[in-house]
Each structure stands twice: as structure tokens, then as C-alpha cells.
RNA sequence: GGUCGGGUGGCCGAGUGGCUAGGCAGAGGUCUGCAAAACCUCGUACGACGGUUCGAAUCCGCCUCCGACCUCCA
């Protein structure tokens, strides 16, 4: 942990110095999905990020407590995506089998893009009595109001006492007011139109009802973030993180609810993911701007010429800063497979061979722990994937001379050769975890040694066929096997083999 | 209309007051029986217009285009 590490901060809107509220622990909240659908790729962006994030924070030694909820409340309306049966009873689904089904579906899916479980992931359901807890805290404190059964935040309240409304979103109150629609349910309710619900009373038809101080109801949409943060990581923490499109109102009225209950600001650090869109458009269901990841992987969309896999799409979202908009295009994703290609081979290289001699090159070797020291700095400065990226394809340069013996094993010194080794392994497999696709890895099972010796014989057979000039023979070999997508390639130290996809 | 963030070479994308990533594609070359891969070389970009400066694509102003948010939203 010598480097320090400097982190862009949402309501600083400047990189600032990270320091911990304890001393080699962080801990971090990241809003979590909504699962009433299936996730949606942007989802997936901004956990692979903040999955990057959390990987990364842990190898530079820190022990993090990363919490990302489950909201299954507050969303799940009988009118929303999986209209409930109005028939009988058991044709009706319950609201938590809803949650469940995408519960399940959004774990998988984060499986797929080789993203870590969070440290804890608490659902909204799990959490009403710390929620109402917190609702009355904040009528205690006079910064709420009771309206026919819901209750709701007091904003002018709030900004006559602290007057820090709008901190992270840059909005100005009374801006809000001459934008209200009065399509807006309960507007009339509420005192002024920036105030919003903390608690709803629940309408007859609402299937999601608990018992409160104040009749029934359910936890309004802010609050759950607010009360699982503080349970589990308390008053202050570290990092919050979100889209970007959860800055308002949602973390902005996270902040007030923090502040308006235990008078505490909860995250000393906020980041915020930015959006992906699908050829320069943000992606929409209605008119047809969208790809699900599973389509991604299979090919099936009219956006895209065939399938990618995961790690190619993981790879190509680490191609881009997480502040920046990421634009999801055919011709950008085969460039990115390519270059994952190209970078894991370099990888699997290294992986397999040991430095033979025991000199090197003084000016080599000062390159190369240049390029290693700056892969390190770049993830220092606001988690720069990019960044890192093109120093481990500089080095996937000097891998490859190296390969070709363009460089000679005299000029690397084991020690520097070590480290290249060692810090391909940190990036591929612990900070970025691209290392190899869930499924579909021929060689990566116990079939690999029996695989490894036919291909041997194979090599064995055509090489001898070579050396006989028999091109023929040779080439009908390189052409079958490339017919059962395996594929050869001559090198100076013999031929190499390995498994296309697609 | 308001808030915020952007417009970088053929494409994707970093970055930055002077040293100007990386990937993909393209051109030429090396290697190779051929192929593939790899390696070497090349392109010299920062929306428009003003301004600040010895010097800006990087700072300021204005214009323009794009995106997100302002309503559940990663």
C-alpha cells in the first residue's frame, strides 16, 4: 500500500485523496439491481465496474466490506412488467416469487462476467423495521411530515437547517418546483413538490403492504439504501457507488435521509458509473435500442454480426474509464475480441515458460518495470482500466518479441521476467478477472492431458510430413484440424495449437 | 426549459498547458514451403469561432452538436 490512491469524487467533481475512515478498511455501498426484469447490460457495466473497484481495493491490501442491495420493494406495482394475474389467487404471482426468479437470474449473470459476491447483499423486504426506525428518527427531528398515511420528507425543512439540498446533483430547489407533473401521484399531498414519500400508505391493490406506526404501507424508494447502509456499514463509510443516473434524486434524497436522521453523511467518497449505450443512444425497449447480455452471447440481435463471450464484452467495458459513456457497437466489440485474443495468448505464453538464463539487459529490464510500476499507478489514479490495459499490451509487445527472439533471453533478466509473469497474473486473474469464459474451455479440464498428448501426435505426424516436403499431407492436417476449430500455428520453436471459438 | 457530462486520427477509446496511450482496421517490410500469428516502419487526430499564453487539442468565453438526469431506472 505505498501508492496512494486518488478517487474521483461526485460532489467534489475533482479526484481527491482517498483516506479511509479507519485505517486499512474500507467499506462500500453500491445501489444494487431492482429485480422485477431481467438485468439489463448497463447493470452489468456498472458491477463489473465496481466489482473491478472492489477487486482492486483488496490486492492493495485493504480489507473491504462491500455491501450492494436487492431491491424487491418500493417498484413492485401489480401494473409493472409481470402483470399480476387478476384471476385466482394462486394464478397471481406473489410479488417475492418475482423477486426471486430475477434474484437468481442477476446472480448468474454476475457469475458469468466472473464478478465476486458482495461482502453482504441485504434485500429492502429484509430491512422494514430498520426503515420505519429511521422514518420515525426523521419525524422525531422534525424533518418529515405525516399525510393521510404516508409519510414525507420536509425538503425546505431540511435546507432551512442545513441547507446542503442538491450537493450532488447540482439542482436548485426552486428549479424543481416550475418542472413538477401533476401526473404525480400524492403530489397534492405533499407541501412542497421537492418533498418525497419516506413511507406510503398502500392503495388496496398494492401487493406489497406492511404494518406501520402510521397504518399500511411501504418503505418509500430512497429510504432502503439509507437504512441498510447504516446498519451494516454505519454513520460514515467510505465509498458510496451507483449509476449515474441515480444521483438524482435517489442518492441526493439518500443524503438528506442520512443527514436528516443521525445528522451523519454516510459516504465520504461517491462514485458514479456512467451509461452505456447501444450505437450512441442510450438503450430503450420501445424503440428497439437494446441488446440483453444473453443475446450478446449468443448472436442473436440485429445489432451485432455474431455472438461475443463474456470475457470479450467484459474485456471491451475495461477498454473505457467507468466515468465515461461507453458506446456498445458491432465494430468496437470485434476489435475488442481481437485484442482479448491477443492479449490472453501473450498471457497463456508466459504462463508456460520459464526464463532459461540468468542475465539481462539493464535498459530492458528498466523499461519493463516502468511500464509495471505505471499499470500500478493508473489503477492508483481513479481506477484507470484503460490506462492499465494498454501498459499490459505494451508488455504483451516485448512478450511477443521476446517469443520471436527479437528480444534475447539475455536482455530480460529472470527477476524482471518474474514480475511481468506476476503482474500479468494480478490484472488477468485477480483485478480483472478476464482470465477465461465460464464455459467452453476445451483445455481447461481433466481432458487437458489426454487432449494435450493426441495433439502432440498430431503436431508429431504433420512435422515429420513437413520435413518430407510434404506439403500436401500438411496442409490437409492444418485443414481438418481448423475444420474442428482447432488451430495451428508454425512458430521457430515448433507448432503451437489452441482452440477458436466461434 | 433547468442540472450535469461529453465532442480526440477510418472505428473504439485514454490523456494532457510544451515530451502528444492502447486496441482494431489500413499501407509497406521481415519471418515462413504456404498460411496464420508475430515483429519492424508509416499515418500525425483532438467540433466551430474568438481570447489568455513564448506555446493550447488541453485554460477562459461564445456557438454548435450529442448524451444522461429532472418520472422507476446502473
Given at each position: 500500500?505505498?501508492?496512494a490512491?486518488?478517487?474521483?469524487?461526485?460532489?467534489?467533481?475533482?479526484?481527491?485523496?482517498?483516506?479511509?475512515?479507519?485505517?486499512?478498511?474500507?467499506?462500500?455501498?453500491?445501489?444494487?439491481?431492482?429485480?422485477?426484469?431481467?438485468?439489463?447490460?448497463?447493470?452489468?457495466?456498472?458491477?463489473?465496474?465496481?466489482?473491478?473497484?472492489?477487486?482492486?481495493?483488496?490486492?492493495?491490501?485493504?480489507?473491504?466490506?462491500?455491501?450492494?442491495?436487492?431491491?424487491?420493494?418500493?417498484?413492485?406495482?401489480?401494473?409493472?412488467?409481470d402483470?399480476?394475474?387478476?384471476?385466482?389467487?394462486?394464478?397471481?404471482?406473489?410479488?417475492?416469487?418475482?423477486?426471486?426468479?430475477?434474484?437468481?437470474?442477476?446472480h448468474?449473470?454476475?457469475?458469468?462476467?466472473?464478478?465476486?459476491?458482495?461482502?453482504?447483499?441485504?434485500r429492502?423486504?429484509?430491512?422494514?423495521?430498520?426503515?420505519?426506525?429511521?422514518?420515525?428518527?426523521?419525524?422525531?427531528?422534525?424533518?418529515a411530515?405525516?399525510?393521510?398515511?404516508?409519510?414525507?420528507?420536509?425538503?425546505?425543512?431540511?435546507?432551512?437547517?442545513k441547507?446542503?439540498y442538491?450537493?450532488?446533483?447540482g439542482?436548485?430547489?426552486?428549479?424543481?418546483?416550475?418542472?413538477?407533473?401533476?401526473?404525480?401521484k400524492?403530489?397534492?399531498?405533499?407541501?412542497?413538490?421537492a418533498?418525497?414519500?419516506?413511507w406510503?400508505?398502500?392503495s388496496?391493490?398494492?401487493?406489497?403492504?406492511?404494518?406501520?406506526?402510521?397504518?399500511?404501507g411501504?418503505?418509500?424508494?430512497?429510504?432502503e439504501?439509507?437504512?441498510?447502509?447504516?446498519?451494516y456499514l454505519?454513520?460514515?463509510?467510505?465509498?458510496h457507488?451507483?449509476?449515474?443516473?441515480?444521483?438524482?434524486?435517489?442518492?441526493?434524497?439518500?443524503?438528506?435521509?442520512?443527514?436528516?436522521?443521525?445528522?451523519?453523511?454516510?459516504?465520504?467518497?461517491?462514485?458514479?458509473?456512467?451509461?452505456?449505450?447501444?450505437?450512441?443512444?442510450?438503450?430503450s425497449?420501445?424503440?428497439?435500442?437494446?441488446?440483453?447480455?444473453?443475446q450478446?452471447?449468443?448472436?442473436?440481435?440485429e445489432?451485432?454480426?455474431?455472438?461475443?463471450?463474456?470475457?470479450?464484452v467484459?474485456?471491451f467495458?475495461?477498454?473505457?474509464?467507468?466515468?465515461?459513456?461507453?458506446?456498445?457497437?458491432d465494430?468496437?466489440?470485434?476489435a475488442?475480441?481481437?485484442?482479448?485474443?491477443?492479449?490472453?495468448?501473450?498471457?497463456?505464453?508466459?504462463?508456460?515458460?520459464?526464463?532459461?538464463?540468468?542475465?539481462?539487459?539493464?535498459?530492458?529490464?528498466?523499461?519493463?518495470?516502468?511500464?509495471?510500476?505505471?499499470?500500478?499507478l493508473?489503477?492508483?489514479?481513479?481506477?484507470?482500466?484503460?490506462?492499465?490495459?494498454?501498459?499490459?499490451?505494451?508488455?504483451?509487445?516485448?512478450?511477443?518479441?521476446?517469443?520471436?527472439?527479437?528480444?534475447?533471453?539475455?536482455?530480460?533478466?529472470?527477476?524482471?521476467?518474474?514480475?511481468?509473469?506476476?503482474?500479468?497474473?494480478l490484472?488477468?486473474?485477480?483485478?480483472f478477472a478476464?482470465?477465461?469464459?465460464?464455459?467452453?474451455d476445451?483445455?481447461g479440464?481433466q481432458?487437458k492431458?489426454?487432449?494435450?498428448?493426441?495433439?502432440?501426435?498430431?503436431?508429431?505426424?504433420?512435422?515429420?510430413?513437413?520435413?518430407?516436403?510434404?506439403?500436401?499431407?500438411a496442409?490437409?492436417?492444418?485443414?481438418?484440424?481448423?475444420?474442428?476449430?482447432v488451430?495451428?500455428?508454425?512458430?521457430?520453436?515448433?507448432?503451437?495449437?489452441?482452440?477458436?471459438?466461434?
Amino acid at each position: 500500500m505505498t501508492t496512494a490512491l486518488h478517487i474521483y469524487h461526485s460532489i467534489t467533481r475533482q479526484k481527491e485523496l482517498f483516506i479511509p475512515e479507519t485505517p486499512g478498511f474500507i467499506g462500500m455501498y453500491v445501489c444494487g439491481p431492482t429485480v422485477y426484469n431481467d438485468v439489463h447490460l448497463g447493470n452489468c457495466r456498472t458491477f463489473v465496474s465496481f466489482d473491478i473497484i472492489y477487486r482492486y481495493l483488496q490486492t492493495i491490501g485493504y480489507q473491504v466490506r462491500y455491501v450492494r442491495n436487492i431491491t424487491d420493494v418500493g417498484h413492485l406495482l401489480d401494473d409493472g412488467e409481470d402483470r399480476m394475474s387478476k384471476g385466482a389467487r394462486l394464478e397471481k404471482k406473489e410479488p417475492m416469487e418475482v423477486a426471486q426468479k430475477y434474484t437468481v437470474g442477476f446472480h448468474n449473470m454476475m457469475r458469468i462476467f466472473q464478478t465476486l459476491p458482495p461482502s453482504i447483499e441485504p434485500r429492502a423486504t429484509g430491512h422494514i423495521p430498520e426503515q420505519i426506525e429511521m422514518v420515525e428518527t426523521i419525524l422525531k427531528n422534525g424533518l418529515a411530515y405525516i399525510k393521510n398515511g404516508s409519510v414525507y420528507f420536509d425538503t425546505q425543512k431540511y435546507i432551512d437547517n442545513k441547507g446542503d439540498y442538491g450537493v450532488l446533483s447540482g439542482r436548485k430547489i426552486d428549479e424543481l418546483l416550475s418542472e413538477t407533473r401533476d401526473n404525480l401521484k400524492n403530489q397534492s399531498e405533499k407541501n412542497h413538490p421537492a418533498d418525497f414519500a419516506i413511507w406510503m400508505k398502500a392503495s388496496d391493490e398494492h401487493i406489497m403492504r406492511w404494518n406501520s406506526p402510521w397504518g399500511i404501507g411501504f418503505p418509500g424508494w430512497h429510504l432502503e439504501c439509507s437504512a441498510m447502509s447504516l446498519k451494516y456499514l454505519g454513520e460514515v463509510f467510505d465509498i458510496h457507488g451507483g449509476g449515474n443516473d441515480l444521483k438524482f434524486p435517489h442518492h441526493e434524497n439518500e443524503i438528506a435521509q442520512n443527514m436528516g436522521s443521525c445528522q451523519c453523511k454516510g459516504a465520504k467518497y461517491w462514485l458514479h458509473t456512467n451509461m452505456l449505450l447501444l450505437n450512441g443512444k442510450k438503450m430503450s425497449k420501445s424503440d428497439g435500442n437494446t441488446i440483453s447480455p444473453e443475446q450478446l452471447f449468443i448472436g442473436n440481435s440485429e445489432h451485432i454480426s455474431k455472438s461475443y463471450s463474456p470475457m470479450v464484452v467484459k474485456f471491451f467495458m475495461l477498454q473505457c474509464h467507468y466515468r465515461s459513456t461507453l458506446d456498445l457497437t458491432d465494430a468496437a466489440l470485434l476489435a475488442a475480441e481481437k485484442g482479448y485474443k491477443r492479449l490472453m495468448e501473450a498471457y497463456k505464453w508466459i504462463q508456460s515458460v520459464n526464463h532459461p538464463g540468468t542475465k539481462g539487459d539493464a535498459g530492458q529490464d528498466a523499461d519493463i518495470e516502468a511500464l509495471i510500476e505505471a499499470a500500478h499507478l493508473d489503477m492508483a489514479d481513479d481506477f484507470n482500466t484503460p490506462k492499465a490495459l494498454s501498459r499490459l499490451f505494451e508488455l504483451v509487445n516485448k512478450l511477443n518479441s521476446l517469443k520471436d527472439k527479437h528480444i534475447g533471453w539475455d536482455q530480460i533478466s529472470p527477476a524482471t521476467f518474474e514480475n511481468i509473469k506476476q503482474v500479468f497474473s494480478l490484472f488477468i486473474n485477480d483485478i480483472f478477472a478476464v482470465d477465461s469464459d465460464v464455459e467452453g474451455d476445451l483445455s481447461g479440464n481433466q481432458d487437458k492431458s489426454l487432449l494435450d498428448g493426441l495433439m502432440n501426435l498430431i503436431i508429431q505426424m504433420r512435422n515429420d510430413a513437413r520435413l518430407r516436403k510434404d506439403w500436401a499431407t500438411a496442409d490437409l492436417i492444418r485443414d481438418a484440424l481448423k475444420e474442428n476449430k482447432v488451430e495451428l500455428k508454425d512458430g521457430k520453436d515448433g507448432s503451437s495449437w489452441q482452440v477458436t471459438e466461434s
